[in-house]
Structure formats: C-alpha cells, structure tokens
C-alpha cells in the first residue's frame, strides 16, 4: 500500500493536475491525504471571505468524490506566495511529512507561469531532500491547465516523462471538475472542462491510451 501526498498550491490544482491519478490510486487501496497551500483561513475583507469559503466548499466536495483522506489547508496568501519566507512554506510541507510518512508525492512541476505552483515546487523539493529516513521515494510533478500551458515560450518547458492511464477514471475526474464549477471557464478557456478532456487525450495520444496524465519523474529511489 501506497500512502500518496498531493500538494497543491491553490484547491483545484489537485483536481486539475492528477485527479485521475489520485482516484486510481485510492480504487488500488493506497491512502491520499491532500495539502493546499494558500487559503485556509482568512482575516480579509468580507467578500474575499465568502470567495474563500466557496472555495472550500467546492474542495472538500471534490475530495469527497475522490476519496482523499485527509485535508491539511494552510494559510499562506493565494497569488501571494512570494512574499512569504521559502522556510515558513517548507516547514509546512515538513510538518506534514514528518506525521504521515508518505512514500509518494505528487506536485506541481517547475515550470509553470504561476508563481504559487513555482514555489510549491521549489519548497516540495526542499522539505523532500534526500537525507537518510526520508521515507519519500518517490515525485512526480503534474501539469496544470493555465499555469503550465501559459509558461512564457522563453521558458524551459514541461516535458513529461511518465504517463498514467486514466481512462477509467474519467468520468470521477470530470465530476471532481464540476465539483470545482465555479474555478471553470467556458471554452475554448484554457481552465474548460472541454480543454482538461483535451489535454488527457492529447497525453494518452502520446502513448497509445485512451485518456492520460502526464507527470515529470523528478525522483525516484528504488529499495
Ligand atoms: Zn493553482
């Protein structure tokens, strides 16, 4: 049994990103516990308030479709990440490392237009060094429609390197994505249902599947 971490930046990116993965792996007994960074609680004006709340009624809706075990939500400022200390988010993410031992992490990969996700990535990989009794053996970094497709072209780009079937798993990705219908734009969006379903054809296409997602192996440590 697999005990899998998800860290996402903002609720949605976990939906967005592997959904389908995260279902598969729950239909194959692992356990999924989830951590989104930004907006857990909020002293903010009171429409921003509401907004938040919203949101995270559409998270625990999603992650009830999915099974995740458990959410840990944090605090830091949603689009604002960067003006928090690096070590104030990497010590989250090790807090939450240090009680549920995951073996397996997904995130957002590095190259990305938001600057949320590009510092998820950097404090994931950071809480995840490599020290003895480190019980992460394994990354992986996922995609997100209008982050990861909006890295300007002068970037370097996501180049994914492991891909999994998601074809069974569609449809409970697909309800996740309505769970979140208020985070959804109409196509041709690049964040439309229609344009996620796109993208999981265009990765399954990539390797003779019906629907993927795409992951970038960042690590991976063989016992
Ligand atoms: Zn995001």
């Not at 995130?107 to 990989?125: P, S």
């Not at 497709?149 to 069974?168: G, K, L, M, V, Y």
């Not at 734009?185 to 229609?194: C, N, V």
Request: charged share 20%; net charge negative.
């Amino acid at each position: 049994m697999n005990k899998v971490l998800v860290i996402a930046a903002h609720a949605d990116d976990e939906a967005l990103g592997c959904a389908g993965t995260i279902a598969k792996h729950i239909d194959n007994g692992d356990i999924v516990e989830l951590i989104v960074m930004t907006d857990g609680v909020s002293a903010r004006p009171e429409h921003i308030t509401n907004e938040i709340t919203v949101r995270n009624e559409m998270l625990k809706a999603s992650s009830k479709t999915l099974g995740i075990s458990k959410i840990h939500q944090f605090n830091f400022p949603d689009n604002q990440m960067d003006s928090i200390p690096l070590l104030s988010v990497v010590q989250a993410i090790e807090s939450v490392i240090g009680y549920y031992q995951p073996n397996v992490i997904y995130t957002h990969c590095a190259q990305d237009l938001n600057i949320d996700h590009q510092l998820t990535h950097r404090a994931v990989m950071t809480a995840c060094r490599p020290q003895p009794n480190c019980p992460v053996k394994q990354i992986l970094c996922f995609e997100v429609k209008s982050g990861t497709d909006w890295q300007p072209s002068s970037q370097a780009q996501f180049t994914p390197n492991w891909f999994i079937d998601i074809s069974e798993y569609w449809q409970i990705k697909s309800q996740t994505l309505v769970d979140y219908n208020k985070e959804m734009m109409p196509w041709p969006h690049a964040r439309s249902i229609d344009a996620v379903k796109a993208l999981a054809q265009s990765r399954g296409s990539q390797v003779g599947v019906e629907l993927a997602e795409a992951f970038y192996l960042e690590r991976c440590i063989c016992l």
